[in-house]
Structures are given as structure tokens and as C-alpha cells.
């Protein structure tokens, strides 16, 4: 005969919505109510600390008084691995993938007020130059610099908040930053990959447990011919490939590699990381790794 | 030697070579048909992906590249006529030169049947003839999301008002 205990039962899923980081967020947790009330406030400070130090849209960050002087900054006890992956994509793909970003994409119109009026543009310095990281918490700057982490600096938050989770001890949840998404628990997710040419469409689904799943696109941060993802060299947004999804443990990574994606063939990447991907490109045609959880809607084929 | 100082150029050439032998021949057929508002394939824009794809970390050296056609097809309205179309492309590589044969039949203005045949001798080649021979028949078609019991849709990161507000603000002035 068989019992169970009752610390054994996991509470129904609570979904929490909110709006954070300029974008649009939803926590699924196994949590009772007391949990949720606990966990909301941990989230929500973790994740205004993190904006603190990495936005480039508030006058109060880290990133903004970098912005203004040259020197030696302090980073935040978290900034290792959100350096450490940067470093690592920025050798990959050739400084096509720049934390150095910042004033391109602001003086293309996305700056910290959405002007998105175009002001001339350069081509950011390279990391070599400017930026000298100890690999640790030490960051000094030859000249001011605005620094972008959009590439990956939602994955690696949604990383952190796993750490309130299992402080939590919810076993349970999906934490999904819009775009890039983290599951743990038992019950795997049907998640359709949306079609950046028409949202009402998904070009196919993935199957996802226990991992993360980061989508890029320039779908909607859009504007005047250019779109959030911009080649530094060309200051041109890449055009070729118009959607990729990246499949493995760490959102952190997930994400980034998304980013790369635009810029550089999936061999690349794979030197360094193990992740599963699905790239679709502008003419319709579309690229996955071998991965069983991945199914792409195929209309093309032929005998 | 590393032989991935071989890997860029060589993989650089046959991309872009390969992407502009079967794009041009099918994307204006197939694509015409599945996605009105886009533009149909050009070789252009296959460049344009060879070139956002390549680092410059290693020193290439340009080739050229020759293209022979068996049939001619009038592409006048993206429509082709009827029939069996072959092309083999050489191109030039740091190696050696590597080529590949294309076939493909045209009934009714769809591609009914392709093939591929791939003749590279190189190792590297071999590996991007086959990564291509892998893909190149994937043409996604969307599916309504109405349809489908889905936990969740990802794609680009969803906007807030203030973000949006700020875009139909351009838009409005771009318009006036």
C-alpha cells in the first residue's frame, strides 16, 4: 500500500504577469499564495537591481555613468558570466556581437528617450581598445562608452531569477521574459515559434522541459528600415536571416546565441557551445539542428 | 594545419554559389506563392548572407565563379515554364576547385522534383555540400496559432505601450 506525503503535493500553478525591462513578463510557479507573495517581491528586486546596473535607458544606472567617463567601474557581483559569455561571442563572431553597441543603436534612433529619429552614426571601438575587463569585477574604460546587453542580458536575468526559485524551493515554474523563456518541473510545454513576418502564425513548435528557449527577430522593435539587431560594421540591420531560436540549459547562453546567430553560421558557435537552433531566413527557407523536440511546419518539400 | 583555416573561404564560396543557384531557380516560383508582401529571392540578398555570416578572422582571398546553364527560363513574371532545368556551378576554392549539379523540374509553375548532386572532393566540401543537401528543401509554411494548443508563442520580445507609443509617434510624423 502505497501513501503520500503531504509536503510530497505540489501546489496549482499561480501565473503572475507584469511589466519589467521594457518588455512584458509571466512566472508560472507551483507556489501557494504565501510563496507567491514572497517570491513577487524577491523577483521584483532582483530584477531592479539587475536594470540598475545594466540599462542603458535609466540615468541612474552603472551603464549610464559609464556612458559618460572614461575610468576604472566596479561591476556587480552577478557581472562574471554576463561578461564572460560577451567575451566569448564577441571572439566567435568577429566583434559582430558588441556589448560596445550602445551609441550605435542610440544614435539609430533607439535611444533611451525611443526618439527613433537617426543621428549620425559610427562604428562602435573594438573591445580591445577601450574596454579592459579582469575577468572579474573590474571594468575600466579608455573613453566613456554606452554598453548594450540586449543580446543577452534578459537571458541571464531570467538565470538569476531561477536562483529565487530554488531559494524558494519551487520546483516547479517557467519564467518567460517574452522571447526567451526558462522551464523547470515535470510537464513539458508546447511553445509555437512565431512567424516575425505575421504573429497570428507560428512556423513551427518546440517541445520544451527542463531547459531554455531564447527567440530573436527584428519583428517589432522596428523602425525607418532598421531594427534593434545591428551589424556594427555595416550599421545596417542583417536582413538574411529574419527569426532564430536557441535551444539549451542556460537562458543566459540561449540568448546570446540567438544574437550571434544573425551575424555568424551555427558552426561557429558550436565550437564553443552545445545548443540546438532553428534559423529562418528571408526568402522562407529554414535551418534547425537535429533535436527532437523541434517541428517545423514544411511547405515547401518536394519529392 | 587547423583545418578550419580553410573553412571560411571554402564555406563562403559554396554558401553563397549554392544560395544563388537554388535560390534564384525556386524562390521565384515557390515563394511568389507563399508570401505575397516579401520580396522574391535575389542574389543579393543570398549574398548578403554570406557576407553577415563570415568573421573576418582569417585573410580570404576573393574567386570568382562561373555558372552554366543547360536551360534557359524566361523569368519574366517569376513564372517558369515547364521542364527539366540543370545547372552545375564550379567555383573556385583555396583547395582546389569543387563543383555541384542542380536539377530541377518545373510542371505547372511549382518545383515538382529536385536533386542535388554533389561532387566536392574536399573534405570541407563534402561537409557543406552536405549540410546544404540537408536543408535546402525546408520551405516553412506559417500555421494560425488559433489552431494549435499552444503553451506559449516566442518570438521578438513584446513591446510595452510607452515603446509602442513612441513608434506610432515616428510613424505619424514620418507620415505628416
Known sequence: MTHSTPSAQKPNPKIWQFEAIGTKWRIDAAADAAQMQVLKQRVHDRIEAFDQAYSRFRNDSLVHSMSLAAGTYTLPQDAQPLFALYEQLYGLTGGLVTPLIGQTLADAGYDADYRFTERPMASPPRWEDVLHWDGDRQLSLDEPALLDFGAAGKGYLIDLLTDCMQQMKITEYCIDGSGDLRHVGSDPMLIGLEDPRDEGLVIGTVTLQNASLCASSGARRAWQGRHHIMNPQTLSSPDAVIATWVITSEARIADGLATALFFVEPEILQRSFAFAYIILYSDGRVRTSQHDGIHIYSGGEVA | ?176
Open chain 2, 1 to 176: 594545419m587547423d583545418p578550419s583555416q580553410n573553412e571560411s573561404p571554402n564555406k563562403l564560396l559554396f554558401g553563397l554559389l549554392a544560395i544563388v543557384i537554388i535560390g534564384a531557380l525556386v524562390g521565384g516560383t515557390i515563394y511568389a506563392k507563399k508570401n505575397e508582401s516579401s520580396t522574391p529571392v535575389a542574389s543579393t540578398t543570398a549574398t548578403q548572407t554570406t557576407q553577415d555570416a563570415e568573421p573576418t578572422t582569417n585573410d580570404t582571398t576573393s574567386s570568382s565563379s562561373q555558372t552554366s546553364t543547360d536551360t534557359t527560363a524566361t523569368a519574366s513574371s517569376g513564372v517558369y515554364k515547364d521542364g527539366t532545368y540543370t545547372t552545375k556551378t564550379e567555383y573556385f576554392t583555396p583547395g582546389g576547385t569543387e563543383s555541384i549539379t542542380v536539377n530541377l523540374t518545373i510542371s505547372g509553375g511549382t518545383i515538382s522534383a529536385a536533386s542535388l548532386s554533389q561532387e566536392a572532393t574536399q573534405r570541407d566540401s563534402e561537409f557543406y555540400q552536405q549540410s546544404f543537401a540537408d536543408s535546402y528543401k525546408s520551405y516553412v509554411v506559417g500555421k494560425s496559432i488559433s489552431g494549435l494548443s499552444l503553451s506559449r508563442v516566442a518570438g521578438a520580445s513584446l513591446t510595452t505601450q510607452g515603446f509602442n507609443d513612441a513608434l506610432d509617434t515616428i510613424r505619424t510624423k514620418a507620415q505628416s
